[in-house]
């Protein structure tokens, strides 16, 4: 069975405080890592995809990074705008089809 | 990336009722998809909703009562039926986006059954 994990579950960083949260998976054939941001009271915004182990993605502060086993979304000197719920996602090949698994999120909180 | 609505944004409905929630694309899209979000967990999907054909459901998830219609490539509804308290959850649609991957999400749909 596919099954995503994020860790921490909650992370408080002052702001300028360079971290980073991880997304463990396990899939039957990996079709692509995925982040999301989600706010309160609203749907996930995509960030990045990643399909293959070494890929790298940047947008801003945030990188992406991907191994066989997990992803990294490191954010580099956070503000309070980049408090939100960060998502880890992953699609498998194994059925054609809408295989798409969820983690449960990480709760940034971004102090000023 | 695609611009989703959807309707209502929030409903509190009593036991033993029925809510409808309505998704609207503004691109004609194959596939559209419904997440449920519990109080505090993540997005597990219910239901492939695609045009011209039955929704495909997901293991735990029957049409009885999740009856999802797709009557064209920009909108589609999800029917919540015979509500009880665990059904109490946000409720989102989704796209896929030109990459053929990423997903786009509405704003979601906030039920609290009484």
């Known amino acids: 069975e596919d099954q995503v994990t994020q860790s921490p579950e909650a992370l408080r960083l002052q702001e300028g405080e360079s971290s980073s949260l991880n997304c463990s998976y396990t899939v039957s054939g990996l079709r692509g890592l995925f982040w999301y941001r989600q706010d309160p009271g609203k749907g996930p915004e995509f960030l990045f995809t990643?399909?293959?182990a070494g890929e790298e993605k940047e947008k801003e502060r945030l990188k992406a990074t991907l191994t066989k086993k997990e992803s990294f979304l490191h954010i580099t000197a956070p503000k309070p705008e980049d408090s939100a719920t960060y998502l880890c996602a992953v699609r498998s090949g194994k059925n054609y089809g809408q295989n798409f698994v969820f983690g449960p999120g990480t709760r940034l909180s971004v102090l000023p | 990336s695609a611009v989703i609505s959807q309707k209502p944004s929030r409903d509190i409905c009593q036991r033993g009722t029925s809510l409808t929630i309505q998704c609207q694309v503004d691109s004609q899209v194959t596939m559209m998809f419904w997440y449920r979000q519990q109080p505090g967990q993540s997005l597990t999907l219910i239901a492939t909703?695609?045009?011209?054909?039955?929704?495909?459901?997901e293991s735990g998830f029957v049409i009885d009562k999740f009856p999802i219609s797709r009557p064209n490539l920009t909108f589609s509804t999800l029917t919540v039926s015979n509500l009880s308290p665990e059904d109490s959850s946000i409720y989102l649609c989704s796209v896929l986006g030109t990459g053929g991957d990423e997903q786009y999400f509405g704003p979601g749909t906030r039920l609290t059954v009484t």
């Open positions: 990643l399909y293959s």
């Open positions: 909703a695609n045009q011209g054909s039955e929704a495909t459901y």
